[in-house]
């Protein structure tokens, strides 16, 4: 079975602070995401990564950085947290090709205050 | 840009009835189309995808979807509900034919399913 983890299912953090958000696979997928979810808006994506040290901004990246040094972890960062960060996050993984299914990590859930 | 929308925010079924979650999708050209669930607290897990050939495919937990072309549309169905069943549920709509697309996917807003006993 293809394991998606992330590094925490709940934070709280302050205003202003740097944010590390963990995200490993363990089937060797090449290609990673994050998206934020909020109530009423579904998923969006932040960033992706198709492969090691390859990035690609997403539909909201404002405010996120991403950073893939090996294959198997992909990490968001909020490089000055804000209350308008508070949400679900969640991370997926998959192989190329357009039939291919993203698998989801269990989500982050944090809170800026 | 590609979008979808499931008009309903909120459905309340009595379990062992019958459901249908409804998805309508924009894109200009053949969508692959995937139905997700969250049960609370957890990550998402595919139900069922679509792709090409048989308009009607068949997923997990005995659900089922209909792509309707002419409709832009791709409900979800279910015979008879199970208390278990209780979840949000999200369309969505992958991008591109292309080995360049990496997948993207645009979902929907989800559809809070809560099951009365």
């Known amino acids: 079975d293809v394991k998606v983890t992330q590094s925490s299912r709940y934070l709280v953090k302050r205003t202003g602070e740097k944010v590390f958000l963990e995200c490993v696979q363990d089937?060797?997928?090449?290609?990673m995401f994050w998206y934020r979810q909020d109530p009423g808006l579904g998923l969006r994506l932040i960033y992706f990564?198709?492969?090691?040290?390859?990035?690609e901004k997403g539909d909201i990246p404002e405010g996120y950085s991403v950073s893939r040094e090996k294959k198997e972890r992909f990490s968001l960062i909020l490089e000055s947290a804000s209350t308008n960060q508070t949400s679900m996050y969640l991370c997926?993984?998959?192989?190329?090709?357009?039939?291919?299914?993203?698998?989801f990590g269990p989500g982050t859930r944090l809170l800026v205050l | 840009a590609q979008s979808v929308t499931q008009p309903d925010i909120h459905i309340t079924v009595s379990e062992g009835a019958s459901l249908e979650l409804r998805c309508n999708y924009s894109?200009?050209?053949?969508?692959?189309l995937f139905w997700y669930v969250q049960s609370p607290g957890q990550g998402l897990q595919l139900l069922l995808k679509?792709?090409?050939?048989?308009?009607l495919v068949q997923g997990i937990k005995g659900f089922e979807a209909e792509f309707k072309r002419s409709q832009s549309s791709f409900n979800l169905r279910k015979p008879s509900v199970h208390w278990s069943d209780a979840a949000e549920y999200f369309c969505?709509?992958?991008?591109?034919?292309?080995?360049?697309?990496?997948?993207?996917?645009?979902f929907g807003q989800g559809t809070i399913l809560t099951v009365h006993p």
């Open positions: 679509y792709f090409s050939g048989d308009t």
């Open positions: 894109y200009g050209a053949t969508p692959y």
């Open positions: 089937m060797d997928h090449e290609n």
């Open positions: 969505a709509v992958g991008v591109g034919a292309g080995g360049t697309s990496y997948g993207k996917l645009t």
């Open positions: 997926a993984s998959r192989n190329p090709g357009p039939q291919e299914t993203q698998y």
């Open positions: 990564s198709y492969d090691v040290k390859m990035k």
